[in-house]
């Protein structure tokens, strides 16, 4: 490449393509050189000195991509040169349109980051790289490397927006040729450009590109359709045009009169949004009504309200078509005042009211911040804009290690719909539409969200799985015990909630294994006569020992081998008896005193290093819902293959059958002292039918402080006599006796008893 790295401070541009190009195709040629001559004129906003570096990473992509050609016969750098106007078109800076003409050299031409950092520096070269698809790497499938590919732009995006902008402009460009790409190829790439480009422009609020890349996706992806709507809307613009041009006279004529300066334009639904609407609602093409509007631009932001009276004076409003999008924005920072009139002839007309200001934002989102600073150098108007979102994507990658699970998570996120809701405090906060209180929570903080224990919507307790409407007040009550439930993920809307509820559960039931499997084998340990784990503090005695035991047992780790331990995939008898023979080797005999005492005790329940059960244990420790045992219960514990340690109780017939064929699984355990919450319990209940029966059991249960967490009443006809099946949380057994007392006490209660299975 030192070829390439030439001097450069001799002549001004030369011609694309070199001489040999020129003399084979003379005409791609100029154009290319009309190109850059067009680009060259738009650059009219940078510095003298920013010019040049923009024109020196011209003339080394020139070079880089000489000889290569584009499937129109045009030379290749047209492609960087029209991805480079676009961004000028944003006002970006020169760093992000020397990205722009270089964005292909690292994929296509041999050239190295390393070579891109000394010859334009490391902000350049970041950015070229951001744009790079992982093509050099090896993937399983065609979907797996292109995840990755993703993965590694929205993060590049996430740290510098400019990355995204400067791929919507190449993506977008490459729409408009798309012509030129064998036909087999049109339809993967517009629907990729549908799923993943033209969100992402929506969600920074590039609105311009948004509709563009949606009309030119639809173009080549159902083409007859495309061609027979174009159609249409051609005829359907000739018949309304004399319609049109009336209301834009009265509507002029109005304004006029209150003398307030106004730029009005025309606006017309695209094809994509009239076919989607279509195809969504099953319409006909007759039946959409709100295919032309106008927007009109005012000078300042009480002027939008001021002209939305002139407007509503001058034709009828159609009720529930008003939205006020200037004192609500939407997630992407877009602001406007929308309303639907019935204007001549009973057409609905929509017309959108918002400030020059808004408008920019409006139509170029997030490259507004760009647009302003090359305008109003101090207006710090947009700088925010996607600034959440952006930051969101980080956050879900330091949770979420698989591509395809970013990505999943991601596409949550890409939607244009949203609800408005508000903290306590009338902090006013977006979501997606179908969100819930757990969303709400970890859109406010993921520390919020972790500790999630109840809601209240506009003053009134509500489940957690409730979805908000826009206009709700949302409190949410956090307790420092209450830890994410796996039930979350069946109902959360957001892709930030999703991973961190994901990565919560992930890193605790490690976490609570890994201790669980510590105990256990040291319990077995205490078996064999060996007090306490094998530290490293003698090196000579310990040498090699935990990796001549993970060697035995596979494991890569000291936490892993605990952590399978804790799991049941391991037994901690076998382990520890490979501990002991190892410790053998280095010298260290059993503790016969510590031997002696485990096995004298060993029939006894107390036996020391015994596995407490305080409920605090989560996921490492499950209670069997076939016995669903609580505190008072004489209990044991089975150690399931992977799913951790369950407790059944004792005189369980489940239990009893596991324990005939599988007794070196069972371990003992106990309850400790003072448990830390309420366990689960099934009771049967048997009533005389009547009316009221079931509040008055409720009633029962509640004044005994026992939570009803499940109820069953069977699917029989009804009866003179009827079975209430109930999961209750209660203390122990002792609060459940008081409880089946209160009920059997109660007035149609014929009995009340425990239910557990039997053998």
Known sequence: MSSLLKSTTATPARLPAGAQLAASNPAAANAAAASFAGLTAKLDYLSPTDLEQVRLAYRFADEAHLGQLRNSGEPYITHPIAVAAQCAEWKLDAQALMAALLHDALEDCGVTKIELIERFGSPVAELVDGLTKLDKLQFNTREESQAESFRKMLLAMARDVRVILIKLADRTHNMRTLSDVPREKWARISSETLEIYAPIAYRLGLNQTYRELQDLAFRHLRPWRYATLAKAIAKSRGRRRDLIQKVQKEVETAFAATGMQVRIAGREKTLFSIYRKMDQKHLSFAQISDMYGFRVIVPTLGDCYTALGTLHQLYKP?????????????????????????????????????????????????????????????????????????????????????????????????????????????????????????????????????????????????????????????????????????????????????????????????????????????????????????????????????????????????????????????????????????????????????????????????????????????????????????????????????????????????????????????????????????????????????????????????????????????QEAAQETTDLHFVIGVRDRTHLDAALRNLRRTPSVLSAERSKNTP
């Open 318 to 714: 159609v009720p529930g078509k008003f939205k006020d999008h200037i004192a609500i924005p939407k997630l992407n920072g877009y602001q406007s005042l929308h309303t639907t009139l019935v204007g001549p002839s009973g057409v609905n007309v929509e017309f959108q009211l918002r400030t020059e200001a808004m408008h920019i934002v409006a139509e170029s989102g997030v490259a507004a911040h760009w647009l302003y600073k090359a305008k109003e150098p101090d207006s710090p108007t947009t700088a925010r804009l996607g600034a959440q979102w952006l930051q969101s994507l980080l956050d879900i990658q330091n949770e979420t290690r698989d591509a395809a699970e970013f990505w999943d998570h991601v596409k949550v996120d890409l939607f244009p719909e949203a609800v408005y809701v508000f903290t306590p405090k009338s902090k006013i906060m977006a979501l997606p539409r179908g969100a819930t209180v757990v969303d709400f929570a970890y859109a406010i903080h993921s520390d919020i969200g972790d500790r999630t224990m109840a809601a209240r919507i506009n003053g009134e307790q509500v489940p957690l799985r409730t979805e908000l409407k826009s206009g709700d007040v949302v409190e949410v009550v956090t307790a420092p015990v209450s830890t994410p439930n796996p039930a979350w993920l069946s109902f959360v809307r957001t892709g930030r909630a999703r991973s961190k509820i994901r990565h919560h559960l992930k890193t605790m039931a490690q976490a609570e294994s890994e201790a669980l499997g510590e105990k256990l084998l040291l319990q077995a340990l205490r078996a064999e006569g060996i007090e306490k784990f094998p530290t490293d503090d003698d090196a000579a005695a310990r040498s090699g020992l935990w990796d001549k035991l993970l060697r035995f047992t596979g494991n890569r780790s000291r936490a892993e081998l605990l952590t399978d331990v804790g799991l049941g995939k391991r037994i901690a008898s076998i382990v520890a008896k490979r501990m002991v023979a190892l410790l053998a080797e280095t010298g260290e005999k059993p503790d016969a005193l510590l031997l002696t005492r485990e096995r004298f005790t060993a029939h006894e329940s107390t036996m020391q290093g015994e596995v407490t059960i305080d409920g605090s244990e989560n996921a490492s420790v499950q209670f069997a819902p076939c016995c669903r045992p609580i505190p008072g219960d004489s209990i044991l514990g089975y150690l399931g293959r992977g799913e951790g340690l369950v407790v059944h109780a004792e005189d369980c017939a489940v239990a009893r059958k596991l324990r005939n064929k599988d007794s070196e699984r069972f371990i003992s355990v106990d309850w400790s002292d003072e448990p830390v919450r309420t366990f689960e319990t099934g009771i049967v209940v048997t009533v005389t039918n009547g009316q009221g029966v079931l509040a008055r059991v409720a009633s029962a249960l509640a004044a005994s402080e026992a939570d009803i967490t499940h109820i069953d009443m069977g």
